[in-house]
């Protein structure tokens, strides 16, 4: 009996073999790829988040130009490595230039995020600021309290200090843009000392009235980080939670002088 011959197909079996191989080509290249985009996430999240948090509790006028240009540093850095890094893939320039941006968007969102952490803190902050500050001299040695002192001046300073942080956790600065919070909060809360009487400047009252808002002059909702009414009540907080402080200095100075 005659045995028929199959009839094989050879150029369809040799495609889908090289199909087979591709596809599993493109799934290991797309798993080092992720791979590789998560390390270096986690090397701009390491990069950003201590010497964000650091910034922000430090209360400097430059904070915001600080992290501006700590975050163009650490990213164009972190680009330049992971462009080198991924050279050796055969990818198109519009993919590449979508992970560069997924990366840049990412060390942003970080500066933002950890931001608005350090702003949920931001009463906590401006009190370490005040008892750094009042209880210290110029000389960074614990004060003691001889009757010499100028309790007043020491207290406008501290506050000054501890009003600098709040105005930094206000909003997100990333954008070079101009504001006015910093002059807002500074002439309502600590040159108006928010309490307004009929004598005093038209100019103070107004700027008191700018308190009594939900957002900021030439501040987009999306960057406001703590709203002009939230700040009146947390410095109308922070100055009682820092009463205490003052009333004790005040105390000892009249201990060691009683008339």
């Not at 005659?2 to 591709?22: F, P």
């Not at 987009?220 to 947390?234: E, F, R, Y």
Request: a negative charge; hydrophobic letters at 40%.
């Amino acid at each position: 009996a005659a045995i028929e011959q199959a009839h094989w197909d050879a150029s369809k079996v040799q495609e889908k073999l090289r199909r087979d191989i591709d596809g599993h080509a493109s799934s290991v290249c797309s798993a080092k790829l992720s791979e590789l985009v998560a390390n270096y996430e986690k090397q701009l999240s390491k990069a950003l988040t201590e010497p964000v948090e650091s910034l922000l509790e430090g209360g400097g006028k430059d904070t915001w130009a600080s992290i501006r240009r700590l975050l163009k540093h650490v990213t164009e850095t972190a680009v330049s490595k992971f462009l080198t890094a991924i050279s050796g893939f055969e990818l198109d320039q519009a993919t590449i230039d979508n992970m560069v941006q997924d990366l840049r968007d990412y060390a942003r969102n970080m500066v933002e995020k950890k931001a608005r952490e350090e702003a949920g803190k931001v009463l906590i902050h401006m009190k370490d600021r005040f008892s750094t500050i009042f209880s210290h001299d110029n000389e960074s040695m614990p004060r003691v309290w001889t009757g010499k002192e100028d309790i007043k001046a020491i207290t406008k300073d501290a506050r000054a200090a501890s009003l600098r942080i709040l105005s930094i956790s206000a909003a997100v600065r990333l954008e070079e843009k101009p504001d006015n919070i910093d002059n807002i909060l500074f002439s309502s809360l600590l040159d108006g000392n928010m309490a307004v009487t009929s004598s005093q400047d038209r100019s103070i009252v107004t700027s008191a009235d700018r308190l009594a808002s939900s957002t900021w002059e030439e501040v987009s909702p999306k960057d406001t980080v703590i709203t002009p009414v939230q700040c009146k009540s947390l410095w109308r907080q922070f100055k009682a939670e820092t009463e205490y402080t003052v009333t004790q200095a005040i105390s000892a100075q009249d201990t060691v002088f009683p008339f």
